[in-house]
T-cell receptor
Framework: QKEVEQNSGPLSVPEGAIASLNCTYS??????FFWYRQYSGKSPELIMS????GDKEDGRFTAQLNKASQYVSLLIRDSQPSDSATYLC?????????????FGAGTRLAVHP | GAGVSQSPRYKVAKRGQDVALRCDPI?????LFWYQQALGQGPEFLTY????????KSGLPSDRFFAERPEGSVSTLKIQRTQQEDSAVYLC????????????FGSGTRLTVV
């Protein structure tokens, strides 16, 4: 099993809908989780971080963490065409260490008008 | 500077040629990271510096890859005797917190080995 797994997509949603992106990880002691957005030909951009079980909301974005089930998700409400990008989930490989991140391969999101 | 600056943006190298990729992190950021991103994949960790000390180089794929940050600011990733499998985007990131709050990535260097 890969350390961080994501469905490669593409996930296609209509404009205005909720996009749900999921990520599972294998390291049971991971304590922090990050979502990055990467537009085609651009570098990854940090959009959300979450450290505790439950939900964390930031504007149209909500990150959800369930450590018992080892998954983290990202919800995008009122999806816009400008949200079309690849979303990368990233997890440190061990508890308390941030000096490297393990990235998933990313889920490509396409929001169509 | 305002962001992480990488140069060159694009590099085409003939197989066997040596290349040097430069990263200028955000001013004051003590932590600097190099990642490699192949097409359609997520970034893969190469190496990590805290100031001038290279604390983790476990991701460097072979002894052809070498990174340095001699004065704790600008870093250079050097690849000797490039091979076609080295073709990728090389991303540099910096952080003021060792990465605890996530990284700020530079725009990357796209290396193509022909």
């Amino acid at each position: 099993q890969k350390e961080v797994e994501q469905n490669s997509g593409p996930l296609s949603v209509p404009e205005g809908a909720i996009a749900s992106l999921n990520c599972t990880y294998s390291d049971r002691v991971s304590q922090s989780f990050f979502w990055y957005r990467q537009y085609s030909g651009k570098s990854p951009e940090l959009i959300m971080s979450i450290y505790s079980n439950g939900d964390k909301e930031d504007g149209r974005f909500t990150a959800q963490l369930n450590k018992a089930s080892q998954y983290v998700s990202l919800l995008i409400r009122d999806s816009q065409p400008s949200d079309s990008a690849t979303y990368l989930c990233a997890v440190p490989p061990f508890s308390g260490g941030y000096n490297k991140l393990i990235f998933g391969a990313g889920t490509r999101l396409a929001v169509h008008p | 500077g305002a962001g992480v600056s990488q140069s060159p943006r694009y590099k085409v190298a003939k197989r066997g040629q040596d290349v040097a990729l430069r990263c200028d992190p955000i001013s004051g950021h003590v932590s600097l990271f190099w990642y490699q991103q192949a097409l359609g994949q997520g970034p893969e960790f190469l190496t990590y510096f805290q100031n001038e000390a290279q604390l983790d180089k476990s991701g460097l794929p072979s002894d052809r890859f070498f990174a340095e940050r001699p004065e704790g600011s600008v870093s250079t990733l050097k690849i000797q005797r490039t091979q076609q499998e080295d073709s990728a985007v090389y991303l540099c990131a910096s952080s003021s917190t060792g990465g605890a709050g996530g990284y700020t990535f530079g725009s990357g260097t796209r290396l193509t080995v022909v």
